[in-house]
């Protein structure tokens, strides 16, 4: 595990690019892609086993982002750790280019499948636990939700069969920043209390400050945790963490920030220009 200081860098370097993408390519989800950055950091340089020259290895853990629209912060953090060129983020979000708003299984190396349409990530994640299980592997998975997302139906059928599995290799992150598009999560839909609703599905439920990059590394180190569930992880974090003007501000779900909002935020993360 990289020094704390260290990891801090990095969660600031790619809140620093996802802003300038955004701004770049004219896309949304902003907001969105800020909230889960400390969670994609910890995950891909503390707790995956992975090997960026070798992104097909069948032992490799598996990492779906389910809340495909943050497809920006996956990007960034499989570029900054090596899967593919640094500069081939330029092209997000342009015509033809392979990284597109929503990720597609092997768009780039490190991308293990589609998703955009909520609720998906779940079943799929169950999928690869079960297959993992049956070629007697140990690799783990690793699904990154949105609050959102837990109005899916599809998402609690999931919830159910994994326990009835015992999928402990298997471990869901819930990105808990308390809006969805177009109001508070619990005021679109009664999401808390959240973690007591995982644990009478049968997991191994814990809760964590969503930019605490210790604790986090703690609890996806945790995984799996001894208890022989499947684990969740519900992390309280802020729509648009790191720049003060965008934090729980619900419209940077679809604003595009100009220029000079550009150069105020990188400012803010103490990132040269």
């Known amino acids: 595990m990289p ?13 620093g690019k996802l802003v300038e993408m955004s701004h770049h390519a004219g896309t949304p989800h902003l907001g969105s892609s800020l909230s889960c950055v400390d969670i994609v950091a ?23 982002l389910s809340k495909g629209h943050a497809a920006p912060a996956l990007y960034t953090a499989l570029a900054f ?3 593919f060129p640094e500069d081939q983020l330029e092209t997000f979000g342009e015509p ?37 299980r049956i070629q007697r592997r140990s690799r783990r998975t690793f699904v990154l939700m949105s609050d959102g997302e837990c109005n899916e139906g599809s998402v609690w059928e999931a919830a159910m069969f994994a ?16 809006w969805q598009a177009t109001g508070r999560s619990d005021e679109v839909m009664a999401l808390s209390p959240l973690k007591d609703k995982w644990e009478a599905f049968g997991w191994s439920a814990y809760e964590v400050d ?15 945790d001894g208890s022989g569930k499947p684990v969740a992880i519900i992390a309280h974090t802020v729509k648009g963490k790191g720049v003060s003007f965008m934090e729980d501000d619900n419209n940077w779900h679809y604003r595009i920030p100009t220029a000079e909002e550009v150069r105020q935020a990188r400012d803010e993360l103490g990132l040269s220009h």
């Open 163 to 178: 326990p009835a599995q015992r999928l402990d290799r298997l471990a869901v992150m819930v990105d808990y920043n308390k």
């Open 210 to 224: 969503g930019h605490d990059l210790d604790a986090l590394c703690d609890a996806l180190g945790r995984v799996p």
């Open 42 to 64: 910890s995950s891909y340089w503390s707790a995956l086993n992975i090997d960026p020259q070798r992104p097909d290895d069948p032992d490799r853990d598996r990492f779906i």
């Open 96 to 132: 033809g280019s392979v990284l597109a708003e929503q990720p597609s299984p092997g768009c780039v190396p490190g991308v293990e499948a589609a998703t955009g349409s909520l609720g998906h990530g779940l079943p799929i994640g169950v999928g690869i636990a079960i297959a993992g």
């Open 81 to 83: 750790r090596g899967f």
């Open 3 to 15: 020094a704390p200081t260290t990891l801090e860098h990095v969660a600031r370097r790619i809140r």
